[in-house]
């Protein structure tokens, strides 16, 4: 049984663009929603979070937009640089267990 | 302000020896975890400690893996007699205790090959 899923499984934007990754879970008990970033050959790193009693969080160019009745939320990357090139996790939590579950990744490719 | 630190960062054992995988959490981190990640996946939870205790061990195989967290020193993700699907990379990662598993930060890994 999947509890979260990740898509696309990899995107391919040209610098600029609008870059949407999105997560879609099952587990209604889930009440924190990460987003981390991985370089290869490097650890997870923490890009931005929401909790969900509000809808949408921004942070620089990265954007979480969170919907609790479609138990779904989406990573918006606007203006992609190729520097943004890296695969994204979702990983929500649920403090009762104080654990995250991640996605499968989506590999993303940012061109000059 | 040092992060979460794992040695080693390679390790090569072969079949039936133990792997010995240390994490040292940020300072002030009290909570730690362990993940495992096989190629071309997510990362899945092994096991929860705090200092001298095991919270939740729930995704740790049973058998030949154990992890422990002392009152001094690193937690230590311990794998006795290695088999060829064991290779994969070990992440480990710390939260404040306020944080309840929130806000977890990551250490750079370590990518254990079984030959």
């Known amino acids: 049984q999947q509890q979260v899923k990740q898509s696309p499984q990899s995107l391919i934007v040209q610098k600029g663009g609008i870059s949407i990754i999105n997560c879609a879970y099952e587990?209604?008990?889930?009440?924190?929603f990460p987003w981390y970033q991985q370089f290869p050959g490097k650890g997870p790193a923490l890009l931005i979070a929401?909790?969900?009693?509000?809808s949408e969080k921004k942070e620089g160019r990265f954007t979480i937009s969170f919907n609790k009745s479609a138990k779904q939320f989406s990573l918006h990357i606007m203006d992609s640089q190729p520097g943004d090139s890296a695969t994204y996790f979702c990983?929500?939590?649920?403090?009762?267990?104080?654990?995250?579950?991640f996605g499968k990744g989506t590999m993303l490719l940012v061109s000059p | 302000n040092a992060g979460v630190m794992q040695n080693p960062r390679h390790l090569v054992r072969r079949r039936g020896q133990e792997a010995r995988l240390r994490c040292s959490p940020m300072?002030?981190?009290?909570?730690v975890y362990w993940y495992r990640q096989l190629p071309e996946e997510g990362l899945k939870f092994m096991v929860y400690?705090?200092?001298?205790?095991?919270?939740?061990e729930s995704g740790m195989p049973k058998e030949r893996f154990s992890a422990e967290f002392p009152k001094e020193g690193p937690s230590i993700l311990r794998i006795q007699q290695v088999v060829r699907g064991d290779s994969a990379a070990y992440f480990c990662?710390?939260?404040?205790?306020?944080?309840?598993?929130?806000?977890?930060?990551f250490g750079p890994g370590t990518r254990l090959t079984v030959t």
């Open positions: 400690l705090q200092k001298e205790n095991i919270i939740d």
């Open positions: 990983a929500p939590g649920d403090s009762g267990y104080s654990t995250l579950t």
């Open positions: 990662a710390s939260s404040l205790e306020t944080s309840g598993g929130y806000e977890q930060y």
């Open positions: 300072k002030g981190h009290s909570h």
């Open positions: 929401i909790r969900p009693d509000v």
């Open positions: 587990n209604t008990a889930f009440d924190y």
